[in-house]
């Protein structure tokens, strides 16, 4: 940023130098010597063609730092949406845990009662199964965000 502002001075500077030269060309009488005049456009046209690219310069900066700012904003998104994807992740975790810890709970009671119920395992089998596809998932996603972190640095290695 600190380099626009320097650039934009400068450029208001020769601006400014343009200006007073040419009202002093304006104003200043006809001379028999065109030598003089000769010698002031060519510092006019050398002034604007330094003002041009100083702003080709300060353009270029800008469209630089415009990049920079989308691909921020890009990897902004991604990490919202990475961080639903484990807030979601972990809702489903903690519902399907809650659901082992009852079913669990009910066959010890069942078994503390001495009533084996079949449905009581199934239930409990069932529920753990589901943990542990929500423990799965949760860690593709993970895996699936360390891979999207790591695919620049590959990159830049190979």
Do not use: C, F, W, Y
């Amino acid at each position: 940023m600190s380099e626009i502002t320097e650039l934009e001075r400068r450029i208001n500077a020769a601006l400014e130098r343009i200006g007073a030269g040419v009202e002093r060309l304006s104003s200043a009488p006809v001379a028999d010597d065109r030598g003089d005049a000769e010698a002031l456009q060519v510092a006019l046209d050398e002034e604007r063609a330094m003002t041009a690219q100083l702003q080709e310069r300060v353009a270029a900066i800008k469209e630089r730092q415009e990049t920079h700012v989308r691909e921020l904003e890009n990897r902004i998104a991604d990490m919202t949406r990475q961080i639903r994807d484990h807030e979601r992740q972990m809702k489903q975790m903690t519902q399907v845990m809650e659901q082992l810890r009852e079913s669990v709970g009910a066959l010890r009671a069942a078994n503390g009662a001495g009533q084996g119920d079949a449905n009581l395992v199934n239930k409990a089998m069932m529920a753990e199964l589901e943990a542990l596809r929500a423990l799965r998932e949760a860690e593709r996603g993970e895996l699936g965000a360390l891979i999207e972190e790591l695919k620049p640095l590959v990159g830049e290695g190979a």
